[in-house]
C-alpha cells in the first residue's frame, strides 16, 4: 500500500459514504458533550423524536459556565444555572453519561477526554467547541463543530466533512532553555498567521515535537484552531501509550497490549506525502507574548510592541492600529515593560499537572506583586487532586495566588470569574480576543511561567532570566 | 431549514479583516437555550458605538453583510449566525472564512458568500459612492453576485452544500438515507471502551 499520512489513514478508516464530488459521511467515535453548544441540539432531536444513536460513544460535562468557588453549592447566576439543569435533563432523557459537578471525573471537555482514556489513537472525535483540536496530540482526528453538527452526530454518530488538505509543520532541533510548547505554538501562528491553517488538518512532526510530553503536545494541538486549521494532530508513539496505560476508560490490562501495538500504527508512513508542508527550526523559537486582539499578533518577549505603519498591507495596518487603541499600548515600548493587573493560569491549553508545576516553580517561596490578582485554575478535579498531593496548592496560596476548583472559568469569562473593563491580564489561555475575559479587558496571552513570573514581577518579564527558572 | 435561492437587499460594510465569533456575538449571550432572538447580542460591544456602521440609517434595512477577509474565526459558536439571521441579514460576503464559521451557516440556510479580494474591494467602493442605500442580488442557481449597474461576480460552492441549501434539507433525513452503511461500519468497530 503507499505511504499514507496519520490524518488518511483516520480518514480512509472511517468514511462510511462518500457523496460523488462532495463531502464524504464520517463515522463519529467519541462526542463529547458540554452544557453550552447543545441544548438547542438536543432540543432538535426531541422535535423530532430521534434518540441518540451512540449512547456509549458519547460523554457529556459541565465546564464552561460552572462556578470556580463552592462549585457543589447553589448557583447564583440563574441563566448559568439553568444551563446546566438542560445538560444534566438531557442526559437523563438520552440516557446520556454525565461527569457532574462534584463527580471526581469532572473537568475543562478537553482536559478530561485524554485523562480520561477516552481520546484514543485512531479515532475520529467530535465536541462542539473549536479547541477540540486538542485530542489530536494523541494521534486523534479531533474536529471542534457547531450546534446543528452536535445535533447531527447525536442522531446519526456521523460527519458530513469535506476532505481537508494534509499540511505538515515540521519542527527540527530543539527548544531552548525556558521556551515551552506555548511559546512554540504562538510562535507558529505568528508566523503562519491566524487563516494559515484554513482548510487543513495540521500534523506536527519532528525532533522538537516528539520530545515534548503528552501535555505539551496538547498544548500544542489545542492552539491549532487559532492558525486556522480544522486540526492539529501528531502521530502516537511510546509516550502516548505510557500516557494512556490504566486510564479510566482504555481497554483493561491483558487487552491494553493489543490495542496498544494497534495505536501504534497510527503514525505518518516513511514518504507519505503532505498537501503543504513548512519547515522551523525550535532555536528559532523564544518565549512570546501577545500584543494585539488575535492570537497571531504576537512577538518575542525581548522585542517591542510594534508600529502598525510598519505592517505592509493596509487591512493589516488598521487592525494593528484598531488593537494597539483598545490594548492602550503604544509603538515601540518594550514588551518587559507592560505591567499587569490580573493573572490567570488556567484553560484547555495549560491546566494541567505539568502547567501547574511549571507556575509553581516559577513562584516558590515568592510573592505576586501587590498591584495584581492571582489565580490559578486547574483543568480538572483530577489534576487538582494531583497537584495537592505535590503540594503545588501550598506554594501558590502561599505565594498569594487565588486556588481555584476545574473548570473554563476567566479563559471566556462566563461564569463570573472576569477582567473589569481596562483591567489587563497574563493568560494561559488561547483567546486575546476583544472582550473575550470580559468586556474592555486586556489579554496577553503566555505560557504558565511567564504568567506566574509576570504575576510576581508585576509586569512581563523574560522567563530565561528568572532566578527560579 | 430555511431554503436559500436568491436574496436582493441592501449591503452593509464591515471593514474589518479577521471579525472572530466573540465579536459577533459575545459569552454573556451563549447561555441561551433557544436559537432565537439572539440579534440583540449581534456585534454588542461594538454597536455601542453610534458611529458604528449598522447603527447608520441607510443600513437599517440590510440583509446582506460584506468583510474582509477571515470572516468567523475563533470560537464554533453557532450563535454567530443565529445573531446575524435573527436580525435580519441572509447572507454575508468575504474573501474567506473560518471553516466552522461557514459550516455552521449553511446549516442555518445563511449564505457565505467567498469573492476574490478585488470584488469585494469593488462592493466596499460601491456602498462608498453611493448616496443612496447600494443594493446586491445573490442567485445561488446561477451562483452569482450583481447589482442594477450591470456589475456581477461569480462565486464557487460545493454541489452538495448547493442542493442541501436550495431544498432545506434536514441532514439528519439525508444521513440516515445510509443508514445500512453506518450499521456496517459499527458492526465492524466496536466501541473501543471498557465502560
Ligand atoms: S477552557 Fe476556554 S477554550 Fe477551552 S473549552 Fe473552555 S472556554 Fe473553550
Given amino acids: 500500500m503507499a505511504a499514507q499520512t496519520l490524518f488518511e489513514k483516520i480518514w480512509n478508516d472511517h468514511v462510511v459514504y462518500q457523496q460523488p464530488d462532495g463531502p464524504a459521511l464520517l463515522y463519529i467515535d467519541l462526542h463529547l458533550v458540554h452544557e453550552v453548544t447543545s441544548p438547542q441540539a438536543f432540543e432538535g432531536l426531541r422535535n423530532s423524536g430521534r434518540k441518540v444513536r451512540a449512547t456509549d460513544r458519547t460523554f457529556c460535562t459541565l465546564d464552561h459556565d460552572v462556578p470556580t468557588i463552592n462549585q457543589t453549592g447553589p448557583i447564583s447566576d440563574p441563566d448559568a444555572a439553568l444551563q446546566i439543569e438542560h445538560m444534566r435533563k438531557n442526559c437523563r432523557d438520552f440516557g446520556l453519561r454525565l461527569f457532574d459537578l462534584g463527580s471526581h471525573e469532572q473537568g475543562i471537555v478537553h482536559v478530561i477526554g485524554p485523562q480520561l482514556g477516552l481520546t484514543q489513537p485512531g479515532l475520529t472525535i467530535v465536541c462542539g467547541d473549536s479547541h477540540t483540536s486538542t485530542h489530536g496530540a494523541l494521534g486523534a482526528l479531533a474536529i471542534g463543530i457547531g450546534t446543528s453538527e452536535v445535533g447531527h452526530v447525536l442522531g446519526t454518530q456521523c460527519l458530513w466533512q469535506v476532505k481537508p488538505k494534509s499540511f505538515e509543520v515540521l519542527v527540527n532541533g530543539k ?125 518575542e518577549v525581548t522585542g517591542k510592541v510594534p508600529d502598525p505603519a510598519g505592517f505592509d498591507d493596509a487591512a493589516q495596518r488598521e487592525s494593528a492600529a484598531r488593537a494597539l487603541e483598545y490594548m492602550a499600548l503604544k509603538p515601540g515600548v518594550p514588551i518587559v515593560d507592560i505591567a499587569v493587573d490580573r493573572v490567570f493560569i488556567g484553560s484547555c491549553t495549560n491546566s494541567r499537572l505539568t502547567d501547574l508545576q511549571a507556575a509553581a516553580q516559577t513562584v516558590r517561596g515568592k510573592r505576586v506583586a501587590n498591584t495584581v490578582h492571582a489565580m490559578v485554575v486547574p483543568g480538572s478535579w483530577q489534576i487538582k487532586a494531583e497537584a495537592e498531593k505535590l503540594g503545588l496548592d501550598k506554594i501558590f496560596k502561599e505565594a498569594g495566588f487565588e486556588w481555584r476548583e476545574a473548570g473554563c472559568s476567566m479563559c471566556l469569562a462566563m461564569n463570573g470569574d472576569m477582567l473589569q473593563p481596562g483591567e489587563r491580564c497574563a493568560s494561559t489561555s488561547n483567546r486575546n480576543f476583544e472582550g473575550r475575559q470580559g468586556a474592555g479587558g486586556r489579554t496577553h496571552l503566555v505560557s504558565p511561567a511567564m504568567a506566574a513570573a509576570a504575576a510576581v514581577a508585576g509586569h512581563f518579564v523574560d522567563i530565561r532570566e528568572w532566578a527560579n527558572a | 431549514m430555511q431554503p436559500f435561492t436568491t436574496v436582493e437587499g441592501i449591503v452593509a460594510p464591515l471593514d474589518r479583516v479577521n471579525v472572530d465569533t466573540d465579536q459577533i456575538i459575545p459569552k454573556q449571550f451563549l447561555k441561551a437555550v433557544v436559537r432565537t432572538g439572539l440579534g440583540q447580542g449581534l456585534f454588542f460591544d461594538w454597536i455601542k458605538n453610534p458611529d458604528f ?66 470584488e469585494v474591494d469593488h462592493i ?72
Fill in chain 2, 53 to 118: 456602521v449598522l447603527n447608520q440609517p441607510r443600513f437599517k434595512d440590510a440583509t446582506i453583510l460584506v468583510a474582509r477577509a477571515n470572516f468567523g474565526c475563533g470560537s464554533s459558536r453557532e450563535h454567530a449566525p443565529w445573531a446575524l439571521i435573527d436580525f435580519g441579514f441572509r447572507a454575508v460576503i468575504a474573501p474567506s472564512f473560518a471553516d466552522i464559521f461557514r459550516n455552521n451557516s449553511f446549516k442555518n440556510g445563511f449564505l457565505p458568500v467567498i469573492l476574490k479580494e478585488a
Fill in chain 1, 175 to 299: 527548544l531552548g532553555r525556558g521556551v515551552s510548547a506555548k511559546d512554540l505554538i504562538l510562535g507558529i501562528i505568528g508566523r503562519i498567521g491566524t487563516s494559515g491553517g484554513t482548510g487543513c488538518v495540521i500534523e506536527y512532526r519532528g525532533e522538537a515535537i516528539e520530545a515534548l510530553s503528552m501535555d505539551e503536545r496538547m498544548t500544542v494541538c489545542n492552539m491549532t484552531i487559532e492558525g486556522g486549521a480544522r486540526a492539529g494532530m501528531i502521530g502516537a508513539d511510546q509516550k502516548t501509550i505510557d500516557y494512556l496505560r490504566g486510564r479510566r476508560f482504555v481497554p483493561s490490562e491483558k487487552e491494553f497490549d493489543q490495542a496498544a501495538a494497534r495505536w501504534l500504527k497510527y503514525r505518518t508512513d516513511e514518504g507519505a506525502h503532505f498537501d503543504r508542508s513548512i519547515t522551523f527550526d525550535a532555536a528559532s523559537f523564544a518565549p512570546q507574548v501577545t500584543w494585539g486582539t488575535n492570537p497571531g499578533m504576537v512577538i
Fill in chain 2, 124 to 195: 466596499f467602493r460601491a456602498v462608498a459612492n453611493h448616496q443612496q442605500p447600494y443594493r446586491l442580488t445573490i442567485d445561488l442557481p446561477s451562483q452569482t453576485v450583481a447589482d442594477n449597474a450591470g456589475w456581477s461576480a461569480h462565486f464557487e460552492l460545493g454541489e452538495f452544500q448547493k442542493k442541501c441549501l436550495l431544498e432545506g434539507l434536514d441532514d439528519i433525513a439525508l444521513t440516515l438515507m445510509q443508514d445500512q452503511e453506518i450499521a456496517a461500519y459499527e458492526k465492524s468497530h466496536p466501541v473501543p471502551y471498557r465502560l
